[in-house]
């Protein structure tokens, strides 16, 4: 178990439930009446409050007694200040975040907020504080960053969020501007541009990867949406895919005050349920991967302004380094996290702008029908988001929910030109006079969309693939293989939709488009000596990612050898990891080989596959899940951590998303679907979730990993919204009063 692989915390056994709930302070605190708060055997809290603030001030408190290492993580990666507690390793990181300065815009979006919406945020910063004020303990964390506990205020959970909501292309710019300098930069970008998906799974971790890390800034998700008349029940699923760190970006909450009863997942540091579920409607989304970022080529008569910073590390002196900005953004080519070059780039992002996202939160958890979904993210900008909702009158609704710049569809180039007026920004950072919202009619602000199933049954699929009928929203989406799957699935199955086939769906590990070109590459191999047993092993594979299949390693294994020496014939080839520029560009580049050249290829690949096919003969040999606490990816420290590992099913593009780049050997994954939540509309306690990891941060808790066998068998964790049913299945009741 976790906690016995963690003598220095001095203790064998976990910290048992009841320890952790008398830490809860009770009494005195800044409540205007009485708040209750039931716990199941997960730690997981049903919060009764009696109005708005008491609520929002009981979330704060629940945060940061589940989760305050973690909320201070968020804070200082915000700040640009985690090299204050980890050292130099992570200064490029601070670099990267002074530079960009996400939360730039944070003094202006807390006052255009909506008092409702500000009270809110300030109730829960008030739990914050009043937390932390009654604890006589810090967390263990604390301890070795040296950590001191500091007020919070609103400001600090508006700059959070804007760095959750971090633009998915940031990572993908910093590879293209490493690639550009390189040849065949020109062919590569337009074939990337022609796959229109980029799928950016590795089996290493970059500084900037393992900052990722403490973010939910990731692009995986799957959501769907479905009614089946009135003979039938309304269902909505909704799984993140996000990293596989404990603890899980994501915590497990149920909201209830008058006009408002919610249960669902809550990003850590967010005061709101994203993907849930109120007595009428459920919610739940997918990353839309819109561009909401641009690059340009600048000139030194562009850079308005500079500042020094100065950057302090543990143990190291402090650092001092310039900031720079320019008339569209931050000059983004001085930090050590992107590559130098002769070029200087800045970076314009619409996050830089205000906007509120908290609303449309808050007033999700109260909205009645999925029509109004429209009208609710009237204000959204950043990230932008495929909203899916259902409500219990059978009505379905996706809203892709973005603000995005004017700009020509084409991209010829990563650069623009900061001079063409066609590609040209607002110079302010502030303002944005030229802002656009996705639509598809002059009278909506947004696109909807509503797909008819066989079966008669109101649909909507979201897997991060392109949306179909918008305006130009972005470059990149993920492969429409998931989406395709989820689709085929609902297509295929007999009678009613069931609780058991979404489980089973979340679950699900095949991929008809491996299995594709795994039939490609059979065909290849013909003829050639030595090959019948990785043939065979192709020709009758399923497509299907379990544990035990022995043709997705042949596959796998096969392919990362083709591809390593398609790489010396054809320099295009070398590193290339990209599935949507494999699936579309690898079979016709391998058939228009000379037969001859083909054939040698093909004979030194099937010699290397097969060696490595001996000794991990199944894909659970190749492929392991790996979860470990946040810092468990730091040196020495890291050591002490936590952690799991185990033979995992899935693949990068199936989905039950267990990402990996080519596989060569054995790796393991750190990136894929880390919580699921489906209900069913029609009965209030008919809603289940399950976190990969655990509720409590508390290291050495019971609850720290405690859903992990959850996860690996397929079990969930019902959330009902009753309260009678509350009171049975959450048995472990805090009465919390005021001064």
Known sequence: MVWRRMPFLGRREPIALGTRLERFPRHGLPLLAEVEIFWDEHQIPQIYAQNDGDLALAIGLVQCHLRETQLYLLRYLAEGRLGELLGPLLTPVDELIRCLDPGRAAPEILALLPDRTRHWLESFVTGLNAYAAAQDRRPPEFRWLGLQRRPWAPLDIVRMSRVIAADVHWLLFGRFLRQRRQAHWQRRWQRRLLAGSTHGATNTTTRAELASLFTVARSGSNALAVTEGAQGSTWLAS????????????????????????????????????????????????????????????????????????????????????????????????????????????????????????????????????????????????????????????????????????????????????????????????????????????????????????????????????????????????????????????????????????????????????????????????????????????????????????????????????????????????????????????????????????????????????????????????????????????????????????????????LMKVAHGLARGPHRASFGAQARFLCRLEDMDDNHCVLLGGQDGWLGSAQFADQIPHWREGRYIQMPLRRETVVQRFPHRLELKGQ
């Open 239 to 654: 799984d993140p895919h996000l990293g596989f760190a404990l603890p899980n970006a994501w915590l497990l909450l149920g909201l209830h005050a008058p006009g408002m009863d919610a249960v669902g997942l809550a990003p850590v540091g967010i005061p709101f349920i994203s993907i849930g579920r109120n007595r009428d409607l459920a919610w739940g989304g997918t990353n839309l991967r819109s561009l909401s970022s641009d690059l340009f080529a600048v000139k030194d008569d562009d850079i308005c302004g500079k500042e020094r910073v100065r950057l302090s590390r543990r143990f190291f002196p402090a650092k001092n380094v310039w900031r720079r900005w320019t008339t569209v953004g931050p000059l983004v080519s001085d930090t050590r996290l992107w590559p130098k070059g002769q070029e200087k780039v800045a970076l314009a992002w619409m996050g830089h702008r205000p906007s509120d996202e908290f609303t449309p939160l808050l007033e999700l958890m109260e909205a009645k029908e999925a029509g109004s979904l429209r009208r609710i993210l009237a204000t959204w900008s950043v990230p932008g988001l495929n909203f899916l909702a259902a409500d219990r009158q059978g009505g379905v609704e996706h809203v892709y929910a973005a603000t995005l710049p004017r700009r020509a569809s084409a991209y010829p180039d990563l650069l623009r030109d900061p001079r063409d007026p066609r590609m040209r920004w607002t110079a302010n950072p502030h303002q944005c006079p030229d802002r656009v919202r996705v639509q598809r009619t002059e009278a909506g602000a947004f696109y909807s969309t509503v797909m008819g199933s066989p079966a008669a049954a109101d649909i909507a699929v979201s897997a991060n693939d392109e949306p179909a009928g918008a305006d130009f929203i972005g470059l990149f989406f993920s492969n429409p293989d998931r989406a395709e799957r989820l689709r085929q699935l609902l297509r295929d199955r007999q009678g009613p939709l069931t609780k058991a086939q979404l489980m089973a769906w979340q679950r699900d590990v095949h991929s008809s488009r491996a299995r594709a070109l795994a039939q490609f590459l059979a065909e290849q191999l013909n003829g050639l000596p030595r090959a019948d047993d990785l043939r065979h092993a192709l020709q009758h594979w399923p497509g299907d990612y379990t544990v035990e299949s022995r043709g997705a390693s042949a596959f796998e294994l096969l392919l990362a050898a083709t591809l390593q020496e398609l790489g010396h014939v054809d320099g295009i080839w070398k590193g290339e990891s990209d599935w949507g520029v494999i699936c579309r560009f690898f079979p016709e580049d391998l058939r228009a080989l000379p037969s001859r050249q083909r054939r040698r290829l093909l004979t030194r690949a099937v010699a290397l596959a097969q060696r490595r096919w001996h000794r991990h003969p199944r894909w659970g040999d190749l492929h392991r899940m790996h979860s470990a606490h946040w810092l468990a990816s730091l040196p020495l420290l890291g050591r002490l951590l936590p952690g799991q590992q185990w033979p995992s099913g899935g693949s990068r593009e199936t």
